[in-house]
């Protein structure tokens, strides 16, 4: 190990002088990110698009192949594609999603009115509302005399899973339908009689929900690599900093690229909260890796003054290569049990961790380091238009 850390620390590579062919390079991957990003779009999770999913495993004693679940689900119109395998066939271990928060309870509100116009007559619902944030919530308006909940949940007693509760307005009562995991579980217990099985996972997001969450996602990224500009500027120089946020910004770009390069032709890989988290821990990982060079290069202008900006920035990249693959490498090895035996939604953790350890890599050497140049040369052209305007008037009169 210490004759490779030893051939590593020897290494003269001119990184520098490639900086225009890598740069060029990485322009295109992050343009071709972001237009495959709004032509094709990713697979988003029902954490950003409201709607049900839920994972469900058979006992090992109860044989049931996917062809019977599907056939016992027809009844509630799933396309293929709703029904997926989860980890090892032989685990019996299966996961449906609908995007759709209202998906399946159509049939129920038919039924809801249908059953209360029986009871309280054809003119007694006056107006209706459905509300699928938190479950399918039917707001139903009546006329005449006050109807308690109770008395509403009594007639709808024939439908399980229905309960009714008081609304704020007047002559108004909520009616709360069954969710749609409910409706899934009672379907196979009735067409699967004998074979067991447990509901793993459940989860349930509005539409208005999913939305905000999708938002805040992304504008906590945002607000992050703000943060990172400010820090990095106050730590080293204003030049040092639109390199961390270049960089930043590249290895979320690139990352997101790829998974939504796996949705072509759709089911690709999901992206959800986990994976905000994901890029957010990608960009702590490529800030820690920028952070050290840059160390390096402050500690090497000090210590090589004779030396030009773009040789000091080749020495330091130079130096901390040997931590720079070792760090790669370690957090490689850390992620890679995940990344192998974890469940789909740790492997797609893991996978975006993965990508970010490479792109990471590569950007903090390709595009942090050498923007610190592209700065430089930029630094006089900026100070001509940030010179206070006092400067002048100050300068004409001490002349005087």
Do not use: C
Not at 108 to 126: H, P, S
Not at 220 to 226: G, N
Not at 319 to 327: C, D, I, K, N, V
Request: proline share 3%.
């Amino acid at each position: 190990m210490q004759a490779i850390k030893n051939k590593l620390v020897s290494l003269n590579i001119d990184f520098v002088g490639k900086r225009r062919f890598f740069a060029a390079i990485s322009v295109v991957l992050v343009i071709a990110s972001w237009v495959s990003f709004v032509v094709i779009g990713p697979n988003w999770g029902i954490d950003f698009t409201g709607g049900t999913e839920m994972e469900f495993r058979f006992d090992q004693d109860s044989k049931v192949s996917m062809d019977e679940i599907r056939e016992a689900l027809i009844q509630l119109d799933f396309g293929d594609e709703a029904l997926q395998s989860v980890n090892d066939p032989s685990l019996q271990q299966y996961a449906i999603r609908i995007n759709d928060p209202k998906y399946g309870s159509g049939e129920m509100q038919q039924q809801v009115r249908d059953i209360l116009t029986k009871a309280y007559g054809d003119d007694w619902i006056t107006g209706e509302r459905v509300d699928a944030e938190v479950g399918v919530r039917m707001a139903i308006s009546y006329s005449g005399d006050y109807v308690a909940p109770k008395d509403v949940e009594l007639a709808l007693a024939s439908m399980d899973g229905v309960s009714a509760e008081e609304s704020k307005e007047n002559n108004q009562v909520v009616v709360k339908l069954p969710g749609l995991a409910q409706i899934i579980e009672q379907k196979l217990k009735q067409q699967l009689p004998g074979k067991s099985f447990e509901i793993i996972r459940s989860e349930a997001v509005g539409p208005k929900v999913g939305g905000d969450l999708k938002r805040a996602g992304f504008l906590s990224i945002a607000i992050t690599l703000v943060l990172v500009l400010i820090y990095v500027a106050f730590r080293f120089d204003i030049s040092f900093s639109p390199g961390a946020v270049v960089a930043l910004f590249h290895d979320v770009s690139l990352t997101i690229g790829v998974f939504v390069l796996t949705n072509i032709g759709g089911q690709g890989l999901e992206v959800n909260l986990a994976i905000i988290g994901a890029l957010l821990t990608i960009v702590g990982y490529s800030l820690n890796d920028t952070i050290v060079i840059y160390d390096r290069i402050r500690e090497n202008t000090d210590r090589y003054r004779r030396k030009d900006l773009p040789e000091l920035v080749n020495v330091s990249i130079n130096e901390t290569m040997a931590r720079t693959l070792a760090t790669s490498v370690t957090t490689f090895l850390a992620i890679s049990p995940f990344l192998l035996l974890g469940g789909n939604t740790i492997q797609t953790f893991a996978f975006a961790m993965l990508l970010g350890v490479i792109f990471g890599t590569y950007s903090t050497i390709y595009v942090a380091s050498p923007t610190i140049l592209v700065m430089q040369d930029v630094k006089p052209w900026l100070s001509k238009i940030v010179v206070l305007p006092s400067s002048g008037g100050a300068k004409d009169s001490d002349e005087g």
